[in-house]
């Protein structure tokens, strides 16, 4: 039987989220529906009506129901015969045909790869350490969902307390500090999408002959540099003209202490000020002239401060941003089209079939609510909605009303010409009723209809969730979105790597999702090819 493997994958994988789920654990992509019920209240309810399954204090039902979903699919795969598997010649014709067209099969294969490197989610994108060795025993922060103190890990101080910053962890145990971990195992993109800013990237300036130079060693130095004391704080921080000191001096010290200086092109001093004892030359002399590095502020360029495409403009690094929004998008794909399909399917096929006044009456309700102005609505349900309950279930909601209407029109139509054929006719003789007559003469030959249309309700989407979250009325900052690092990028020209990412990210998907549309289309359409092929 070969849809076994799939049949077991699916099993195996509610299985596996909810033993994580009771054990505390979160498995990568998996859990996503547990965590999606921990952020939405309306996706979870008391404890007490269900407390063999209640985690955290509360009975997550969506999360249950999602993984009694994967495995009912599981067990109907499982225990359908080989045979009732077999595609039709039909299909068969037409996937030969799509394989046929190498834009689109391309395309597909390129999908799949981008989907299945979102669904590894920690594996390769988060700041928590995947493994830490510390004291001889293992610890995985990045599979549970309980936040890891850092001083389950030796850290002291008011930092102990806070959730470890395994990034320092992972420094301190490659430099083999005392009292360090003695490995530390990092995703290969140790920043996560969103809530975590990463420091100013640093790069060490060559102090030689008296001038400062660049990194490179060769060319003098011109712009802002920085000296810093051994617990990290800025010390000093000095403007260059061809490696010599020009314009400010600005420096501090933790106890308060503070200098400026303010110099002339050729060097005189213009004005000065120094609040602590001693001669400010002291003061500035503190660190050696050799510690001056260059500091990126944000947004930092690509590859800074391991940064392979820089930061954008809250310190997030734009390559786990990027990440971020590719598995929001996929999510809103997996929740907006079954929603859309379903009304769409369901009032289409009614209308087609029915007809009369069913027919009228719905068209009339889909021509108002056509004519309602959607960025309106959803901008006053953006104030009306409590901040608790605003999110990407909430948004893929506003956007699944407005969605179905147009589906809706081309399922009708096709309905009422499927209507009218004999074979419809003769199950009607026999005596076949209305949703039997439907459901197994009527959908299986609105296949080729539905195929077509979701790549591009993908396409749509994807684009409209970009469009809300660059105006403003989109999703939350808690979601990483490529709509809201475009505008940040569009605020920031001199910047050009934030733009660029954001719009080469959203272009790459929506090409690969309208090449394989239009391959789908072109291979379901009889027209395109003869009837004994």
């Not at 969902?145 to 002291?156: D, L, W």
């Not at 975590?196 to 060490?204: G, M, R």
Request: net charge positive; proline share 6%; charged share 15%.
């Amino acid at each position: 039987m070969k849809r076994t493997p799939a049949a077991l994958a699916l099993i195996l994988a509610a299985v596996a989220g909810g033993w994580a789920e009771l054990c505390g654990g979160l498995l990568p992509t998996v859990s996503w529906p547990f965590t999606a019920s921990r952020e939405v209240p309306l996706l979870r309810c008391a404890a007490e009506s269900c407390p063999w399954l209640a985690a955290d204090g509360a009975f997550h039902w969506f999360g249950w129901l999602c993984m009694l979903a994967l495995a009912a699919c599981g067990v109907y795969l499982l225990c359908r015969r080989a045979g009732a598997v077999r595609p039709s010649p039909q299909r068969e014709r037409r996937w030969r045909r799509f394989r046929g067209m190498r834009r689109g099969y391309v395309s597909l294969l390129l999908l799949l790869g981008i989907v299945v490197l979102a669904a590894l989610d920690q594996c390769l994108v988060g700041h928590r350490a995947l493994a830490v060795k510390y004291n001889g025993g293992w610890c995985f922060p990045a599979f549970t969902r309980a936040v890891v103190p850092g001083s389950r890990f030796g850290v002291q101080g008011a930092a102990g307390l806070a959730e470890a910053d395994y990034r320092k962890l992972k420094q301190a145990a490659e430099q083999g500090a005392p009292g360090a971990p003695q490995c530390v195992v990092m995703p290969p993109v140790p920043f996560s999408p969103t809530m975590d800013a990463a420091p100013f990237p640093q790069e060490p300036l060559v102090f030689r002959d008296g001038l400062l130079h660049e990194p490179d060693g060769s060319t003098l130095y011109n712009g802002l540099a920085c000296r810093f004391h051994l617990n990290g704080a800025m010390h000093l921080r000095q403007r260059f003209r061809n490696g010599r000191p020009d314009g400010f001096t600005q420096g501090w010290m933790p106890d308060g202490t503070d200098v400026y200086a303010a110099r002339h092109r050729d060097g005189s001093l213009l004005e000065e000020h120094y609040s602590g004892a001693g001669e400010a030359r002291d003061f500035l002399q503190a660190t050696a002239p050799a510690d001056f590095r260059r500091v990126h502020y944000h947004p930092a360029p690509p590859l800074t401060g391991g940064h392979l495409l820089g930061t954008n403009s809250q310190g997030a690094d734009i390559l786990a941003y990027l990440y971020g929004g590719l598995q929001v998008n996929i999510k809103a794909a997996l929740l907006y089209l079954p929603l859309i399909y379903a009304v769409g399917l369901t009032l289409g096929m009614l209308m087609g079939y029915l007809g009369g006044r069913f027919d009228l009456f719905t068209q009339r309700v889909i021509e108002i609510l056509s004519q309602l102005p959607f960025l309106f609505v959803v901008m006053v349900l953006s104030d009306l909605v409590p901040a608790e309950l605003r999110g990407l279930v909430l948004t893929l909601g506003l956007l699944a009303a407005f969605g179905w209407m147009q589906m809706t029109y081309l399922i009708r139509t096709a309905t009422m010409r499927e209507k009218t054929r004999d074979f419809v006719a003769a199950a009607r003789t026999m005596g076949a009723g209305t949703f039997y007559i439907m459901r197994r003469h009527i959908l299986p030959n609105l296949v080729s209809i539905i195929v077509t249309l979701v790549p591009f309700s993908t396409a749509a989407v994807i684009l409209a969730l970009a469009s809300l979250d660059y105006m403003g009325f989109g999703l939350p900052e808690t979601y990483a979105s490529w709509g809201r690092l475009l505008n940040d990028g569009l605020g920031k020209l001199s910047c050009p790597w934030v733009v660029t990412s954001a719009f080469c990210a959203l272009v790459t998907v929506l090409l690969l999702v309208t090449f394989i549309g239009e391959a789908v289309r072109e291979a379901c359409d009889p027209r395109q090819h003869t009837r004994y092929e």
